[in-house]
């Protein structure tokens, strides 16, 4: 069975500070790679995936991450941090001999960004 | 184009007691998976459903069950409710199995007294 650790559970950053959030996981087959987040008082919500190709991922609102196969890393990254990034991420693994959507999740990271 | 719709949205129960959730994915949707959301375990994965049909299973005791209809609406149970039962029941549709997007619903949240 497949498990997603993040590293951090709560964040504290000041506006355009840069912004990364580890996520392992472990797993020994093949798998898709996702960041979820959940803004306050909205729904979880998909940020960016990796299922192939470029190891480096970009998502909404200038955020990407990059697959480091070797490390089992999706590290999550923001090179300048706004107030309203401010909200829980969460790291989640598929794998791909599941043929359906079950996705393992981390444990999540509340970032909070001070403006 | 409506989002995934859960209901009720909150829910007080006794121990022992049964209750049945609902999630009614986007349309056109036919993929529906469900999730148990607590602070101590985080988001865990329950079942997904498939034109009518369970496709995964999380590691939940079979207190813990679930249907598709053919509308792809769905509904979750637990029986002989606990309180460690209490958590956010979250559902997530996707076009199908193994979309690259799971659209999820705002939860049920669950209380059990």
């Known amino acids: 069975a497949q498990s997603v650790s993040q590293h951090n559970h709560h964040v504290i950053l000041s506006e355009a500070a840069s912004l990364e959030l580890g996520c392992n996981y472990s797993y020994g087959g093949t798998v898709n790679l996702f960041w979820y987040v959940q803004y306050p008082g909205q729904h979880l919500q998909l940020l960016l995936k990796?299922?192939?190709?470029?190891?480096l991922v970009k998502g909404i609102k200038g955020f990407e991450a990059e697959f480091i196969k070797s490390k089992f890393s999706f590290n999550l990254r923001k090179p300048s941090v706004q107030w309203s990034d401010t909200a829980e991420y969460f790291c989640a693994v598929n794998a791909l001999d599941n043929a359906g959507n079950m996705l393992t999740f981390g444990g999540g990271t509340r970032l909070m960004v001070k403006p | 184009k409506a989002g995934v719709t859960q209901t009720p949205r909150y829910l007080i129960k006794t121990r022992g007691q049964q209750v049945t959730l609902s999630c009614s994915p986007i349309?056109?949707?036919?993929?529906v998976s469900w999730y148990q959301q607590t602070p101590g375990q985080g988001l865990q994965f329950l079942f997904e459903?498939?034109?009518?049909?369970?496709?995964n299973k999380g590691n939940f005791p079979g207190r813990f069950s679930g249907r598709q209809f053919s509308n792809s609406r769905s509904e979750m149970n637990v029986s002989t409710l606990e309180l460690g039962d209490s958590a956010l029941y979250l559902c997530?549709?996707?076009?199908?199995?193994?979309?690259?997007?799971?659209?999820f619903g705002s939860g049920t949240q669950l209380s059990v007294l």
């Open positions: 997530a549709s996707s076009a199908e199995p193994g979309d690259e997007k799971l659209f």
């Open positions: 349309s056109g949707h036919r993929s």
């Open positions: 990796y299922f192939s190709g470029d190891p």
């Open positions: 459903y498939f034109s009518e049909t369970q496709r």
